[in-house]
């Protein structure tokens, strides 16, 4: 049995499953998620009569995570939805030679074929050069809907604005994806300088890697302009205010920063720190997924 057939029977129709399921969410007919997906309509009901949590334990029991699975969904839905069939099919052919290029079906492919070597590459070496970073393809992807918004301008501090993305496969700061020359305003423009990649950001990735040894749900932070009106709707939101600063000086920033995450045990999901000499002031956020970021972020913008 070669590799691809294991994607085939083991990955891809639970990915699907869940996939059929969320669009069903959104409302979408069965019709319309046939016609989506070049699924026949008997087809999809037939994927809607099992739950969707049938999908997503079949898929943690074969060595891919409900985060990772939701990471995976949240890339590929929106050309699904925009009826972007070419961009749909490249990712999610993606999405097969990354899950095999790691390793992710490797126990199950041994179950069939219990000879291969201890130490076995094939898919490694057969698929790895065709993957992208589909975590860095879904951070552009969900950040892009906000850089859109005609009133962006209005959330960049003076030195810029970042924000980082911890993904499911995170282990240290390096992983960690955010916009290596931040994101600028150009008069009513924003505009990213340089494109996102993984170790991109140095001081909110390191804020977020610190709040993450409390809370390792953490897994976005957003370093935004310091308005009081932002504050006064983020409280209205019901997220709690951790007040930092003003600093001595430069270097005690992040020795403060620290020690507020510290004492509330990361526990912390908006910062509003007041600058000090030399230090501009800044609000952090730092929550759990990109969409709920960017819902936050909107709002701000209303």
């Known amino acids: 049995m070669v590799p691809i057939e294991i994607a085939v029977k083991y990955f891809i129709p639970y ?5 059929i399921h969320r669009l069903a969410e959104k409302g979408y007919t ?34 891919i995570s409900r985060k990772e699975i939701d990471a995976i969904i949240g890339l590929l839905l929106p050309f699904l939805e925009r009826g972007d069939i070419e961009r749909y099919i ?18 199950i492919h041994r179950k069939y074929v219990p000879t291969l070597p201890p130490r076995c590459s094939i898919c490694y070496r057969i698929y790895s050069g065709w993957t992208t970073d589909l975590y860095v393809e879904e951070f552009v992807e969900k950040t892009g809907k906000l850089l859109d918004h005609p009133k962006a301008y209005k959330l960049i501090p003076e030195v810029g604005m970042n924000i980082v993305y911890a993904p499911p496969d995170t282990v240290s700061e ?29 001081h ?8 993450r040894m409390y809370r390792p749900s953490a897994s976005v932070a957003a370093a935004i302009r ?29 020795d ?14 908006v910062i509003a720190d007041r600058g000090g000499y030399g230090l501009e002031s800044i609000i952090y956020i730092i929550l759990d997924s990109l969409d ?5 972020l909107h709002k701000l913008l209303e």
């Open 292 to 296: 709920q970021l960017i819902d936050v």
């Open 226 to 254: 310091y308005d009081k009106q932002f504050i006064n709707k983020l409280k209205e939101m019901g997220f709690p205010i951790t007040y930092t600063g003003p600093h001595d000086n430069p270097n005690k920033l992040f």
């Open 30 to 63: 069965q019709f319309k998620v046939a016609k989506l997906m070049g699924l026949t309509q008997s087809m999809v009901n037939k994927y809607l009569q099992k739950d969707i949590s049938y999908y997503y334990k079949r898929l943690d029991e074969n060595g």
């Open 90 to 107: 490249v990712l999610a052919s993606e999405v097969v030679n990354r899950i095999l290029a790691e390793g992710k079906l490797c126990r």
């Open 256 to 269: 403060d920063l620290e020690k507020a995450i510290d004492r509330e045990r990361g526990y912390v999901k």
């Open 174 to 202: 390096k992983d960690i994806i955010g916009y290596p020359g931040r994101i600028v305003k150009v008069g009513y423009r924003v505009v990213a300088v340089g494109k996102p990649i993984r170790g991109g950001s140095k």
């Open 204 to 211: 909110l990735a390191s804020l977020l890697y610190r709040v």
């Open 15 to 19: 990915l699907k499953g869940v996939l």
